[in-house]
């Protein structure tokens, strides 16, 4: 089977920085696009960024400039740099992963538990 597990969350005053990590485990052929959704309380799941396999990044608005995702191939891990946070910022933010295995021309979407950030006014 194939898992998600999140990490760098926390509690963090506006205008600081935290670092939100996922390493993809298990047996499959490659991942393709990667990104990073958060949920806030009574509100739909939104995008914050996503990474594809080939092409641009993409960011919401919302967190363009403060926010920056990366990956590691080699280590099956993406990353979330968020700067500049926003008590807006508060959210279980979701890491997100297009899995493809073999003989699978379509692939399928798989989520991370979640890790709690919290930016304080």
């Known amino acids: 089977q194939v898992q998600l597990v999140e990490s760098g969350g926390g509690l963090v005053q506006a205008g600081g920085s935290l670092r939100l990590s996922c390493v993809v485990s298990?047996?499959?052929?490659?991942?393709?696009?990667m990104g990073w959704y958060r949920q806030a309380p009574g509100k739909q799941r939104e995008l914050v960024a996503d990474?594809?396999?080939?092409?641009?990044?993409n960011y919401a608005d919302s967190v363009k400039g403060r926010f920056t995702i990366s990956r590691d191939n080699a280590k099956n891990t993406v990353y979330l740099q968020m700067n500049s946070l926003k008590p807006e910022d508060t959210a279980l933010y979701y890491c997100?992963?297009?899995?493809?295995?073999?003989?699978?021309?379509?692939?399928?979407?798989?989520w991370g538990q979640g890790t709690q950030v919290t930016v304080s006014s």
């Open positions: 990474i594809p396999s080939a092409g641009s990044t």
């Open positions: 298990g047996s499959f052929f490659s991942i393709n696009a």
């Open positions: 997100n992963a297009h899995i493809r295995f073999w003989n699978d021309y379509v692939g399928s979407d798989y």
